[in-house]
């Protein structure tokens, strides 16, 4: 696809877009996003030529989300490329290579992150012309970009299907437009269940330590006219088990090809609740989450700083002086616990391997 053709597509998609979270300028040659640390309380854009700001606003969880990571890490690649001096293809490569590891040094669960990159590199590690490189790097990162909307907005069109009018769902951390180039994940479903006319209720929960779920979510859904009801994460118990809430419906990070998967520290404890008072428990996430493995030992666990739990946002200490903290980021839900995994091919239930195995084989 020409660049001409891809920008009228991103035109027409960003016209669609009721939040658009991180968008190519293309007069500037720049990466906005919006900072989703400050949501609620300012809605601010940020922009850089730098593919090193764009690493550290992924590091720093300004742009976060496993589906967002990916594709900004895919315009920081392309960033570095094109604003590279470099006249010999061999050089300009070996940069992008140092530009590739400092951007996946990031956010280690993220499978999309290391995904997005190797479909950037894959676009231009053979070509041999210095013109034709930079073409291609940010043709590949608009892609990466349409493609990501296009596929959630089918994902929740698949979705959606599985959620019935007056349904009561409880999610956990942000899986909407936030976390996404737009619309969402599981979200995205809800979104679009809404936009069906299906009446719904949504338990949000506050996601500690970063409250990605107050935030972030409340701020989507409070846009969006969908009723919710904030809770702490520990409420799932007691909301499963006196069957406030027919469905839970998550995100995730990782998924292995025989369906465990990861997402926000938080989703296990939910997954448990579901099981424990009868309910499904789904996810929803794109193909480009998916990892070829079959062993979640293969998922890294990123670990955060302790001081993300011991106060709140950095702020007010909540604990003792000196306090012992461990802040790992994600947990791994087993298949057993699953009911469906959504994606933008269709839906893999049971023994996950074998579906798994064929949703990624088929074309989109
Ligand atoms: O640490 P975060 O905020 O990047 O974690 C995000 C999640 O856990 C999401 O559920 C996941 O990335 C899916 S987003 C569509």
């Keep these: 696809m020409k660049n001409v053709d891809i920008r009228k597509e991103i035109d027409k998609l960003e016209g669609f877009l009721s939040i658009k979270p991180l968008y190519w300028d293309f007069e500037k040659g720049e990466l906005f996003w919006i900072d989703t640390r400050l949501i609620p309380w300012q809605e601010t854009y940020r ?7 764009i690493a550290e606003a992924i590091k720093e969880m300004e742009i976060r989300g496993a589906p967002a990571i990916g594709v900004a890490a895919s315009y920081g690649l ?58 291609k790097a940010l043709n590949e990162a608009h892609k990466i970009y349409v493609e ?20 009561r769902i409880v999610t956990h951390c942000n899986t909407g437009a936030l976390a996404t180039a737009g619309f969402g994940t599981a ?29 972030l979510t409340a701020w989507e859904l409070k846009k969006e006219g969908i009723p919710f009801t904030l809770v702490v994460d520990g409420a799932s118990g007691l909301i499963f088990s006196r069957s406030m809430a027919n469905m839970a419906l998550v995100g995730a990070d990782r998924i292995t090809l025989n369906g465990y998967i990861a997402n926000k520290i938080g989703t296990l404890n939910l997954a448990l609740a579901a099981k424990h008072g009868g309910k499904p428990f789904y996810v929803a996430a794109p193909t480009s989450t998916i990892q070829k493995t079959e062993n979640p030992n293969d998922i890294l666990i990123e670990e955060r700083s302790g001081e993300e739990i011991t106060s709140i946002m950095g702020k007010l200490r909540i604990t003792v002086d000196g306090a012992l ?33 064929s949703l990624l084989s088929q074309p989109f």
Aim: aromatic letters at 8%; a neutral charge; glycine letters at 4%.
């Design 47 to 53: 922009s850089t030529k730098d593919y090193r700001r």
């Design 148 to 167: 990501d909307v296009k596929n959630n907005v089918e994902m929740g069109k698949i979705g959606s299907k599985i959620v019935e009018n007056n349904a």
């Design 78 to 135: 392309a960033l570095s490329i094109i604003n590279s001096k470099s006249r010999k293809a061999d050089e300009l490569l070996k940069e992008a290579e140092s530009a590739y590891y400092i951007l996946s040094s990031t956010r280690p669960t993220a499978y999309n992150l290391f995904w997005a990159l190797k479909r950037v590199w894959n676009s231009i590690s053979d070509l041999e012309d210095v013109e034709e490189i930079k073409e």
């Design 325 to 357: 903290s461990y802040n790992p980021a994600f947990d791994i839900t087993p298949p057993e616990l699953i009911e469906a995994i959504i994606t933008e091919k269709g839906i893999a239930k049971k023994p996950f391997l074998g579906e798994i195995k």
């Design 187 to 215: 979200l995205g479903v809800i979104r679009y269940s809404h936009l069906e006319g299906k009446n719904l209720h949504v338990y949000v929960d506050e996601t500690r330590p970063l409250l990605q779920g107050a935030r």
